[in-house]
Each structure stands twice: as C-alpha cells, then as structure tokens.
C-alpha cells in the first residue's frame, strides 16, 4: 500500500526509565489488544474507502462503455455486480458507524470491531474484484484507478489481524 510508510523497529538493549512507562510494567499485551479494537474499525474504514473509490469507478465506466450499441449497465451481469458492491458498501458502512458509536461512547467493541472489520475487508476485496471485471482488460492498467485498489484491497484483509484471527476474535466472543 503505497500510502502507508511501514517500517521495521528494532530495539535492542534498549532500557526506558520508569517515568516513561506507557501502563503497567508487564501489561503490555493486554494494552496492544486493547488498541487492535480501535485499529480494527481504522482498517475496515479504510476498507470501506476503498471499496466506495471502487465502487465509483465501476459505476462511471459501465455508464460510459459502450458495447453492442449501448452502455456495458444496462446488462444484467454488470448490474447485477454494481448492485452487490453497493449493497456490501451499505452494510459495511452500518456495521462501521455501529462499531464507531459504541467505541465513542465507551463501550466495548471487540466482538462488533471485528466483524465490521472482516466484513468491510473481505467485501473490499471481492468489490475491488468485481471493479477489475468491469473494467475487463483495462482494469489491469494503470490508466485506471481499479487496479490500485485492487493491489490495496487484500492488505485490509491482513492488517490488525487476518479474517481468520477475526473469526477466532468473534467466536470467542459469541461462545463465552
């Protein structure tokens, strides 16, 4: 994902003064699984944005290519398609601002955080999918937007924890 300056920390022998301690001494696992809440709703919204940066692409080319004397919308595969991502961006979307809401409010969010999470992130890839179709060859180009989200749609299904450690998140939540 070009936008994201990821980089590797090393910290070798590195000692901290007490006054500088983030927490308690020994809690700071408990403290980063408290952050992936938070991280998760992140990952998903930026999940979101580029499914809806997708979605708009699409939309706009099947209105504008032209095929057999008339717009590649107006056939039933490509509609069928564009009405899905809109769907799948609608219910990430709820799930996103639900998630949002109770973490604003102080609320617990670790179950809710991980399926708007892995709901938003594996939609964006089947959406960015899709908008590659759509696209047919030029979906590959540089010359449209498409192929970049597609490339950065399956980074949102890793980062803060892949769909299976969102699953493993939810059902422990759910089976307690």
């Known amino acids: 994902m070009r936008a994201s300056e990821t980089a590797e920390l090393v910290f070798d022998n590195c000692r901290i003064h007490k006054d500088n301690l983030l927490g308690q001494e020994g809690e700071g696992f408990v403290q980063s699984l408290k952050i992936l809440d938070g ?3 992140s990952i998903g919204a930026l999940s979101l944005g ?4 997708a979605y708009e692409a699409s939309l706009k080319y099947a209105k504008e290519r032209v095929q057999f004397g008339k717009p590649i919308a107006s056939f039933q595969g490509i509609s069928f398609k564009l009405a899905d991502m809109a769907t799948e961006i609608e219910a990430s979307e709820l799930l996103l601002h639900k998630s949002a809401f109770l973490k604003n409010n102080g ?7 991980a399926m708007a999470k892995m709901f938003a992130s594996e939609s964006c890839v089947k959406i960015a999918n899709d908008a590659v179709q759509i696209h ?18 399956k980074l949102c299904t890793i980062g803060e924890g892949t769909t299976e450690i969102q699953k493993v998140v939810i059902s422990r939540n759910i089976l307690k």
């Not at 047919?136 to 749609?153: A, C, I, L, M, Q």
């Open 50 to 53: 580029i499914s809806k940066g």
């Open 107 to 113: 609320e617990k969010v670790t179950t809710l955080g």
């Open 136 to 153: 047919g060859g030029y979906g590959y180009t540089k010359d449209y937007p498409v192929e970049k989200f597609y490339r950065d749609s």
């Open 39 to 41: 991280g998760r709703i």
